[in-house]
C-alpha cells in the first residue's frame, strides 16, 4: 500500500509540474496548449542530445541548464510570438486547430531529428541506484527529486503570481488585454513571458518523466497529455486545485495499476486520465461564458451552387473509375485511403462547420463502424452498414449529452477523452484489433460486388459525393440555417423557440453516423484494420491531424473535407517518390495546423476567394469604369500563407513602406495590424 | 388581466443580488418601459423572464400559467419573443435567412415563411439590404433586424432591450410610431430604454429599477414627478423651479 501511495505522489507530482505549466498559459492567453506534451517531449529530447555520452555529452547540470533555461522558455516565447498572439480574436475552432498542428508539427520534427529506427535514446534517473528508506519503502532519490521539484514549483508559481508585478500584469492580460495595455503593462511581452514560464516547465515535466518512461515521442507526450485532467480540476485557473487534481489522477493511476487484475478491462492506467477528464468536465461547472459573450466566429460557410456540386461530384466519379489505369498500385492505394479519410472528415462539416460544435473524435467513430462492419460483415453483407448508422448514431447520440452543456475547449476535450477512451479500452475488445489483422469485406450490393480496386475506389467516391450532396442540401436548408443559428447565438435560438438539445443530439449523432460508414468503407478498402489506423496521435493514421486538415481545408466546405482527406493520405506519398521533401511531408500536417493562425478560412475558401478576384479583375479589366477591392491575395500570396511567417516578421514590426507593394485590402490590413474583428465587435 | 406578470422575482450571484423581489405585468395593447441606471437588473430580469437565466425566487406568469420552469424555447413558442441589449444576429446568414430561421421556428405559422420574411424586412425598413450578410449591418439596422426576427415569432409579449441605440433621430421616430402601431394591434410589450424622451412619449406605465429592486412604478406623468427617480436616475431639469 505505501508502495501507491510513494508512486502515486510521484506521478502526482510530474502531473502537477505539466498542469501547472498549462495553467500558466491558459492564463494569460487564454489559449489551451495541445503541444504542451510535445514541448515536454522535445525538452526531453534535447536534455538527451546535450547530455547523453552517445550524443555531445555535456555535464548534466550544464545540459538541465541549457535544456530548461535557454531551450524550453526559448521554444515558449517563439511559440507566442510567432503564432498564439495572432489568434486573440480568431474563432474557436482556430484557437484549439493551431496548438494541435503546433503538436503535431514537433511530434514530426522530433522523429526526423531522432528517428526512432536509427537513435536508441534513453535517460537514466537522477543519482541512478541511490535512495533512501522511508517507511520501509525505498525512495529513490529520483522520486525525491520529483516530489522536492513539485513543491518547489507549487511555491514559486504562487509567489509569482501573487506577490510580484510580473504575476499581478500576467494576471491583468488574461481579463483585459486592451485595458492592461492602456494601464502601461506590454501584453506581448507578458504573454511571451507566460508561454515561456508554461513551456519551461512543461521541459521539467519531461526531463522528470522521460527516464521513468521510455523516450519515445508519441509516448511521451500522451503521458504528459494525462496532465489535462488535473488542469480540468481547477478549471484552468486555479494551481492548487490543479495539483489536487494531479494529487487524484496520480494515485488513482497507480491504484488501477495495482489491482489491475481485480479491475474490468476498461479500467486501466492508460483509461484513467481519459474517464478522469470524462468526469470533471461533467462535473465542473462550466463558465458562464459558454452561453453569453462567446467569441463570435467571423468564419464563413460557403454556399456552392447545385450545377457546381452536381458537375464536381460527377468529375470525382469519373475519375475515380480512370484513376486505377493511370497510378501504380501504390498510389492507387493512397487515393482510397484518402477518399474514405475525407468522408471521415465530412462528417465534422455539418458538426463543427455549420453546427459550430468541435469534436476531435471523428476518427473514433470511424473505428467503431470499422469494428461492426469487422464484426458482422467481413463478408461484405451492405445490411452491415445500418447496423453501422444505427450504433454509431446512438452512441454518438450519447455521447452529446454530457456535451450538451459544454461549448469550445470543453467539448474539444470531451470528445478527445472519448476518441482516448476508445482507442484504448473499446476497440481493443473487437477481435483482431490490437494485432491489426480484424478482417473488413468489401462491400457486395446483392450480386453486384465492389470487390476490386477500380469498384472498391468508385465505391467510395460514390459515396463520398451522396454525403457532400446531402450535406450541401442541409446546408441550403432549415437545419442548415439553425444550425448557422445556434453556432453564432445559442441565447437568441433558445427564445425564438429553437431546442437546442434535440438540435444538437440530432447533429452529433447524423455526424457520427457518417464518420461510422466512412470507417466502414475505409476498412473495406484496406481488408483488415486495427488500434493503430484509428488511434488520436499513433501509427499510420493519426485522429488529430485529420480534424486538423479538415478545418486547413475549411471546415465548412465538402471540398475542404476532401482536400484534408487526400493531402493526408497522400502528402506521405510523395516523400516516398521524391526523397529531397520527405522531411517536409512528415511536418506538413502540423505546418498547415500552424497557418490557421493567418488563414482562419481554410484553404478552399481563400482559394475560391481568390479565384472569384481574379475573375472579377478580369471582367473589370474588360470594364474599367467599375471599381472592386480583391478580398483576398493572388493564389501565390495563398500558398505563401499556408507558411508560417519567419522569425520577427509580425505584422506590427514590417516597415509602412512595405506596404506600398500590396496589391489588396487585406494584405495591406494585416501588415498594419489592423483588427477588424475587434472594430466590428465594438461598432 | 394581464398577459405577463412577474412575481417577486430575485437572483442572486454569489453575494450580490442583482434582482430583488421585482413585480412586473403588462397588459395586451400596453407598452411598459423599465428604466434605470446600468446595473439596476433590467436586462437580469429580461433573462429571468425569457428564461435565459433562473430565478432565485419568485415566479413567472404568462396569461395566468405559471411557466417558471419551462425552457427557453418553450417559452418563445408560448408567445414571449426578444431582443438583446448586446446584438445577438446571426452574423453568418443573410438579413432574409435570420427572419426565415425565426419565421420556420414558428409553429404557428400558416404562410410561406418566405413572404413572411419579406413582409417583415419591409415593415422595419430593411427591405433594401435583405441578402447582405446580417453582420455587415450597422448598428442601428442590426437592431431593427433584431426586431423583425422576434416579430417573426408572432409573440403575445415582446420584450425590447435597448432598442434605440444606435438609431439616429429620424430611425427612432420610426421606430415608435412601428412599436405603437404594434401595440395597437394588441402586443404588450416591455422595453428596457435609456431614450427618455423616448420612453416617456411610447410608455403606458414605467417601472424604475434601482440596484435590482423597484425603485417606483407608475405613469410617466408621475415617474417624472417622483423624487426617488429624480435623484436616482432621470435628475432634475434645469430650467424647473428649485
Excluded at chain 1, 435560438?493 to 466502414?520: E, P
Aim: with cysteine.
Amino acid at each position: 500500500m505505501t508502495d501507491i501511495i510513494v508512486l502515486g505522489l510521484v506521478s502526482a507530482a510530474i502531473y502537477a509540474v505539466a498542469a501547472s505549466g498549462l495553467v500558466v498559459t491558459y492564463t494569460t492567453s487564454g489559449i489551451f496548449n495541445f503541444a504542451h506534451g510535445a514541448v515536454a517531449m522535445l525538452s526531453a529530447f534535447v536534455y538527451w542530445q546535450l547530455s547523453s555520452s552517445d550524443a555531445w555529452g555535456l555535464p548534466v547540470p550544464l545540459a538541465l541548464v541549457l535544456t530548461l533555461f535557454v531551450f524550453a522558455p526559448g521554444l515558449g516565447w517563439a511559440i507566442d510570438a510567432l503564432l498564439m498572439r495572432r489568434l486573440h480574436d480568431a474563432a474557436p475552432i482556430t484557437r484549439l486547430v493551431v496548438p494541435i498542428g503546433l503538436l503535431v508539427a514537433l511530434i514530426s520534427a522530433a522523429t526526423i531529428i531522432w528517428p526512432p529506427d536509427t537513435v536508441q535514446a534513453s535517460l537514466p534517473f537522477f543519482f541512478e541506484g541511490k535512495n533512501i528508506d522511508v517507511a520501509g519503502v525505498a525512495v529513490t532519490y529520483h522520486q525525491l527529486i520529483v516530489l522536492i521539484t513539485a513543491i518547489v514549483v507549487a511555491v514559486g508559481l504562487r509567489v509569482l503570481l501573487y506577490a510580484t508585478r510580473i504575476g499581478t500584469a500576467m494576471r491583468a492580460v488574461v481579463d483585459n488585454r486592451d485595458l492592461a495595455a492602456l494601464n502601461g503593462v506590454s501584453p506581448d511581452r507578458i504573454s511571451g513571458m507566460a508561454w515561456a514560464l508554461g513551456c519551461a516547465l512543461a521541459g521539467l515535466a519531461g526531463v522528470l518523466i522521460a527516464p521513468i518512461l521510455a523516450l519515445d515521442q508519441s509516448q511521451l507526450t500522451l503521458l504528459v497529455i494525462n496532465a489535462y485532467a488535473a488542469a480540468m480540476v481547477g478549471r484552468l485557473r486555479s494551481l492548487p486545485l490543479t495539483a489536487l487534481g494531479a494529487l487524484i489522477l496520480g494515485l488513482s493511476r497507480e491504484t488501477v495499476s495495482y489491482f489491475a487484475e481485480d479491475l474490468p478491462t476498461w479500467i486501466s492506467v492508460d483509461t484513467v486520465p481519459a474517464l478522469m477528464l470524462f468526469a470533471v468536465l461533467i462535473l465542473v461547472p462550466q463558465d458562464k461564458a459558454a452561453v453569453f459573450g462567446q467569441p463570435k466566429d467571423p468564419a464563413r460557410v460557403p454556399n456552392p451552387s447545385w450545377p457546381l456540386v452536381i458537375g464536381s461530384g460527377a468529375a470525382l466519379v469519373a475519375l475515380a473509375y480512370v484513376i486505377p489505369d493511370l497510378v501504380s498500385d501504390k498510389t492507387l492505394s493512397s487515393v482510397g485511403y484518402g477518399l474514405a479519410l475525407a468522408i471521415i472528415a465530412l462528417s465534422l462539416v455539418p458538426l463543427t462547420g455549420y453546427g459550430g460544435q468541435i469534436s476531435l473524435a471523428p476518427l473514433a467513430f470511424a473505428g467503431l463502424g470499422a469494428a461492426i462492419m469487422s464484426t458482422w460483415g467481413s463478408d461484405g453483407n451492405p445490411l452491415v452498414l445500418l447496423a453501422v448508422i444505427a450504433i454509431c448514431g446512438v452512441v454518438g447520440a450519447l455521447v452529446s449529452l454530457p456535451a450538451l452543456r459544454l461549448k469550445g475547449l470543453y467539448l474539444a476535450l470531451l470528445t478527445f477523452a472519448f476518441a482516448l477512451f476508445v482507442e484504448k479500452a473499446v476497440l481493443p475488445e473487437f477481435n483482431g484489433f490490437t494485432q491489426g489483422v480484424a478482417p473488413v469485406g468489401r462491400l457486395d450490393f446483392f450480386g453486384i460486388s465492389t470487390n476490386s480496386d477500380r469498384a472498391n475506389l468508385v465505391l467510395l467516391a460514390v459515396a463520398f459525393v451522396l454525403f457532400g450532396f446531402f450535406v450541401t442540401a442541409l446546408r441550403k436548408g432549415r437545419v442548415g440555417r439553425q444550425l448557422q443559428a445556434m453556432k453564432t447565438s445559442p441565447a437568441a435560438c433558445a427564445t425564438l423557440g429553437l431546442d437546442l438539445t434535440a438540435l444538437k443530439v440530432q447533429v452529433f449523432a447524423l455526424s457520427a453516423a457518417m464518420a461510422g460508414l466512412g470507417g466502414a468503407l475505409y476498412g473495406g478498402w484496406r481488408g483488415q484494420v486495427g488500434v493503430e489506423q484509428f488511434a488520436l496521435l499513433q501509427g499510420a493514421l493519426p485522429g488529430l491531424p485529420l480534424v486538423l486538415l479538415g478545418v486547413v481545408g475549411g471546415i465548412a466546405a465538402v471540398a475542404g473535407a476532401l482536400f484534408g482527406g487526400l493531402v493526408l493520405a497522400v502528402a506521405p506519398l510523395i516523400g516516398e517518390y521524391y526523397p529531397v521533401f520527405k522531411d517536409f511531408m512528415l511536418l506538413l500536417p502540423g505546418l498547415a495546423g500552424i497557418s490557421l493562425a493567418n488563414n482562419p478560412n481554410g484553404a478552399i475558401a481563400q482559394a475560391s476567394d481568390s479565384f472569384r478576384a481574379i475573375l472579377h479583375k478580369r471582367s473589370k479589366d474588360a470594364d474599367p469604369g467599375e471599381e472592386f477591392v480583391e478580398p483576398a491575395g493572388s493564389m501565390a500570396e495563398v500558398m505563401a500563407l499556408m507558411i508560417p511567417a519567419p522569425a520577427g516578421l509580425v505584422p506590427e514590426q514590417i516597415a509602412v513602406g512595405a506596404s506600398a507593394g500590396a496589391t489588396n485590402v487585406g494584405v495591406l490590413d494585416r501588415e498594419v495590424g489592423l483588427d477588424w474583428g475587434r472594430c466590428h465587435a465594438n461598432s | 388581466m394581464p398577459i405577463l406578470e412577474t412575481q417577486e422575482i430575485s437572483v442572486r450571484f454569489g453575494g450580490h443580488m442583482a434582482v430583488n423581489s421585482v413585480d412586473l405585468s403588462v397588459e395586451a395593447g400596453e407598452i411598459c418601459g423599465l428604466i434605470g441606471p446600468n446595473g439596476a437588473g433590467k436586462t437580469t430580469t429580461f433573462n429571468v423572464i425569457t428564461g435565459l437565466q433562473a430565478p432565485t425566487r419568485g415566479r413567472i406568469r404568462l396569461d395566468g400559467q405559471d411557466i417558471t420552469s419551462l425552457s427557453a424555447h418553450k417559452r418563445a413558442r408560448s408567445g414571449i419573443a426578444r431582443t438583446f441589449q448586446r446584438l445577438e444576429l446571426f452574423g453568418s446568414l443573410t438579413v432574409r435567412d435570420n427572419v426565415r430561421t425565426a419565421a420556420e421556428l414558428n409553429r404557428t405559422m400558416a404562410r410561406p415563411v418566405g413572404d413572411v420574411a419579406d413582409e417583415l424586412l419591409e415593415r422595419v425598413g430593411l427591405t433594401g439590404v435583405d441578402n447582405q450578410r446580417a453582420d455587415a449591418l450597422s448598428t442601428g439596422s442590426a437592431r431593427l433586424l433584431e426586431l423583425a426576427r422576434a416579430l417573426a415569432c408572432t409573440p403575445r409579449v415582446l420584450l425590447l432591450d435597448e432598442p434605440a441605440s444606435g438609431l439616429d433621430e429620424g430611425e427612432t421616430d420610426r421606430f415608435a410610431d412601428l412599436l405603437m402601431e404594434l401595440a395597437r394591434d394588441g402586443l404588450a410589450i416591455l422595453i428596457v430604454e435609456h431614450d427618455v424622451p423616448l420612453v416617456m412619449r411610447m410608455c403606458d406605465h414605467l417601472t424604475v429599477l434601482n440596484f435590482g429592486e423597484v425603485l417606483a412604478s407608475g405613469t410617466p406623468k408621475e415617474i417624472q414627478k417622483n423624487q426617488a427617480v429624480l435623484d436616482a436616475y432621470l435628475g432634475q431639469d434645469p430650467g424647473a423651479p428649485g
